[in-house]
């Protein structure tokens, strides 16, 4: 039997606000009415979901992040502490645009780790297991399995799933320590080989 989720005495969880089992929301969150968290997930301390947000099953959240609405995070993501996503590419205090109509989505996908002090400009994907060096800005989509690092954020390698550096032959093929292969293809995107 699962275990429901825990809530730290000091965290905000609006009514309506959907949490699945085994996640854990630490001291000062706070989660808004229209957000969705999935199973196993950890949220530390100070994150702040706001309405709209999806956050998938075990991904791990560290401090001082804030996920605005238009942010989607798929299973396994890593959000390393106080990076930032944007919702907004021209905000203005005078002309506000803070509606959801002038959100722009940005989607996380399986896997992903973000870098701690990195950003992340609303409307990129990040790919399948792409990682984010700390202090990144990324300003464009990443590729699966790409590693990127820089203002602005360019790719710098190359990772398997578990987090080794792929180093490819001349055939574009490369195998990790524990003998999963992967493949780059003539446009540079790699992909694991079944």
């Known amino acids: 039997m699962e275990k429901p989720a825990y809530t730290h ?19 000062f969150c706070h989660i ?15 994150v702040m979901v ?15 992040v804030s996920l605005y609405e238009g942010v989607i ?28 109509e002038d959100y722009k989505e940005t989607r996380v996908k399986r896997g992903a780790s973000i870098g701690a002090n990195a950003t992340i400009v609303c409307g990129v994907t990040l ?9 990144a800005v990324v300003t464009k989509d990443v590729p699966p399995y790409a590693m990127v690092a820089g203002v602005p954020a360019r790719i710098i390698g190359h990772m398997c ?3 080794e550096r792929l180093a490819f032959d001349r055939h574009g093929e490369a195998t990790t320590s524990y003998g999963q292969k992967y493949r780059k293809d003539p446009r540079g995107l790699v992909s694991k080989v079944d």
């Open 73 to 100: 995070l798929e299973d396994y993501v890593f959000c390393g502490p106080s990076m930032v996503f944007t919702n907004v590419t021209t905000p203005r205090c005078l002309f506000p645009r803070n509606t959801s």
């Open 32 to 46: 808004y009415p229209k957000a969705v968290i999935g199973r196993h997930s950890i949220l530390g301390q100070n």
């Open 161 to 163: 799933e578990r987090g």
């Open 127 to 135: 790919h399948e297991c792409a990682f984010v060096a700390a202090g």
């Open 50 to 64: 706001a309405n709209g947000v999806t956050i998938g099953d075990y991904c791990k959240i560290q401090n001082n």
């Open 9 to 27: 005495p000091t965290a905000v969880v609006d009514e309506g606000a959907q949490l699945g089992e085994g996640t854990k929301v630490w001291h």
